[in-house]
């Protein structure tokens, strides 16, 4: 049985493919990456374009990114494999949204997570259950929850009938999807998203919200494309 189906025929609906940026070289040594303007690693890259071949059926008819450059990279390797045909990057409009960046990670960013937790780790413990305490600097992941749900809601009500890529972070990530399966939250530190994942959100014109999918890394494995 299906999740829902439309009311009418016509109900509109707006696909969100929501993909985690590529490695970088915070991610592959455990570290907090809020608002340093890391690049990816070669294998960030290889992740990207991988994640450009897995959806070229998607039929995408526009982007959305985070400014980081993480982001921008992963979007620029992803957008130069969306046309097989071409040696040309895929014509896809961009806009660059500042709401979909990282959390604000103040004085953890660039530090380890073992490294906070033996520094600031009361602090940390704190963090994790009250999503309404900011990290010392920086911000609480209910305010990164808050100014996405206005950003997505803006960005839906533009685009209804297309199918939108939006490249971002894990908080941002989590947000979409903890709105759309209406858990509380706790859900920010029960769901892991690896980078490169993909996960696919459905909003519908008259009303609900479909998950498809969630931190989907399928491309990534060799042999696969």
């Given at each position: 049985?299906?999740?829902?189906?439309?009311?009418?025929?016509?109900?509109?609906?707006?696909?969100?493919?929501?993909?985690?940026?590529?490695?970088?070289?915070?991610?592959?040594?455990?570290?907090?990456?809020?608002?340093?303007?890391?690049?990816?690693?070669?294998?960030?890259?290889?992740?990207?374009?991988?994640?450009?071949?897995?959806?070229?059926?998607?039929?995408?008819?526009?982007?959305?990114?985070?400014?980081?450059?993480?982001?921008?990279?992963?979007?620029?390797?992803?957008?130069?494999?969306?046309?097989?045909?071409?040696?040309?990057?895929?014509?896809?409009?961009?806009?660059?949204?500042?709401?979909?960046?990282?959390?604000?990670?103040?004085?953890?960013?660039?530090?380890?997570?073992?490294?906070?937790?033996?520094?600031?780790?009361?602090?940390?413990?704190?963090?994790?259950?009250?999503?309404?305490?900011p990290v010392p600097g920086g911000e609480s992941?209910?305010?990164?929850?808050?100014?996405?749900?206005?950003?997505?809601?803006?960005?839906?009500?533009?685009?209804?009938?297309?199918?939108?890529?939006?490249?971002?972070?894990?908080?941002?990530?989590?947000?979409?999807?903890?709105?759309?399966?209406?858990?509380?939250?706790?859900?920010?530190?029960?769901l892991h998203l690896d980078t490169s994942s993909?996960?696919?959100?459905?909003?519908?014109?008259?009303?609900?919200?479909c998950v498809q999918a969630i931190n989907s890394?399928?491309?990534?494995?060799?042999?696969?494309?």
């Amino acid at each position: 049985m299906a999740a829902w189906l439309p009311g009418s025929s016509e109900t509109q609906r707006c696909r969100l493919v929501l993909l985690r940026h590529g490695q970088t070289p915070y991610s592959s040594q455990g570290k907090y990456a809020g608002r340093a303007d890391i690049p990816l690693t070669d294998e960030g890259h290889r992740q990207a374009r991988r994640a450009g071949r897995w959806l070229r059926d998607a039929d995408l008819t526009a982007a959305v990114t985070s400014p980081a450059l993480r982001c921008r990279q992963t979007l620029d390797d992803l957008t130069e494999e969306l046309d097989p045909g071409s040696e040309q990057p895929a014509d896809l409009p961009v806009d660059v949204v500042d709401n979909f960046i990282e959390l604000d990670f103040g004085e953890w960013d660039g530090r380890t997570f073992k490294d906070v937790h033996d520094h600031f780790g009361e602090t940390q413990e704190k963090w994790f259950t009250d999503w309404t305490m900011p990290v010392p600097g920086g911000e609480s992941v209910q305010a990164v929850d808050q100014r996405v749900h206005r950003a997505v809601t803006e960005l839906v009500d533009q685009h209804w009938g297309d199918n939108l890529l939006l490249v971002s972070h894990v908080t941002p990530i989590k947000s979409v999807l903890r709105r759309a399966l209406c858990a509380d939250s706790d859900f920010f530190v029960r769901l892991h998203l690896d980078t490169s994942s993909i996960s696919i959100v459905d909003f519908y014109s008259d009303g609900p919200i479909c998950v498809q999918a969630i931190n989907s890394t399928a491309h990534l494995v060799d042999g696969v494309e």
